[in-house]
């Protein structure tokens, strides 16, 4: 049976470790520079809180760095481990880790939240390990908790990452634009729920290009020119609204 050390215990750190503990995986320490937090997630977890990289077991079969991007090399420099040591992060290269012998990368393709417990066909994971043996076995680990396991390098992962965030954070927040207009006019973002579940549905069986519509699909020019009036008084939605309308039209072009 496979071994973990959890360093972190924020969102991708609670959802790596739950999913591994249910699947059998013993978590042998959960690490975090707050000690409550730690506490918390180690006690799901039937494990051990620890807050200084020191108190790490050395001969563990994985550490997990589910920390900020901004700190992977940083702490990955500060510890003394035999085991696999892997970020969780699409956009940094798995060289941050190249100070130990044996080192990759588990990103996954998903929103995470704390609170939300996913199945194992809710995870796609990207993996990459330093050599084949490494990549296999990085490939095994996360064969326990995803259906969904992509063997990816980082020149691949950075345009997955590009991507997945053009997929989640800036269609997110195209719904937040579209709540705040509703709920100016008095009106509920409910009325939108149907017709977003109905986009999302339709993607998952066919290319996003084959189920386009809408005014600039249709280049109905009168119909964009009514928006853009209606946008007059939210003038970084009519950027926004403009510039997205303008693609549609030149790739159908």
Not at 8 to 37: M, W
Not at 69 to 94: E, F, R
Not at 184 to 204: D, G, N, W, Y
Request: net charge neutral; aromatic share 6%.
């Amino acid at each position: 049976m496979s071994s973990i050390v959890v360093i972190g215990s924020g969102n991708i750190a609670t959802c790596f470790g739950k999913a591994f503990h249910k699947a059998g995986v013993s978590i042998r320490a959960v690490c975090s520079q707050t000690p409550l937090h730690a506490n918390v997630l180690a006690n799901e977890l039937s494990s051990k809180a620890v807050s200084s990289f020191f108190q790490l077991p050395i001969d563990a079969d994985f550490y997990l760095l589910a920390i900020k991007d901004s700190a992977i090399k940083d702490v990955s420099d500060k510890l003394n481990v035999n085991g696999i040591v892997l970020h969780c992060s699409g956009i940094t290269s798995i060289d941050v880790l190249n100070n130990h012998q044996n080192f990759g990368v588990i990103w996954p393709v998903q929103t995470i939240t704390k609170n939300h417990q996913l199945q194992k066909n809710e995870l796609p994971l990207c993996v990459e390990g330093n050599n084949k043996t490494i990549t296999n076995k990085i490939q095994d680990l996360a064969n326990q908790i995803s259906t969904q396991v992509t063997v990816m390098n980082f020149e691949q992962r950075k345009y997955a990452h590009l991507a997945a965030v053009i997929s989640n954070n800036l269609s997110n927040h195209l719904f937040d634009m579209a709540a705040n207009i509703l709920n100016e006019h008095h009106l509920p973002f409910e009325i939108l729920h149907s017709i977003i579940s109905e986009t999302a549905r339709k993607v998952q069986h066919s290319l996003p290009a084959e189920v386009q519509t809408g005014p600039a699909k249709r280049n109905d020019t009168g119909t964009l020119k009514q928006h853009l009036e209606l946008l007059k008084d939210y003038p970084d939605y009519a950027k926004i609204y403009e510039a997205i309308s303008a693609s549609i039209i030149n790739q159908n072009k």
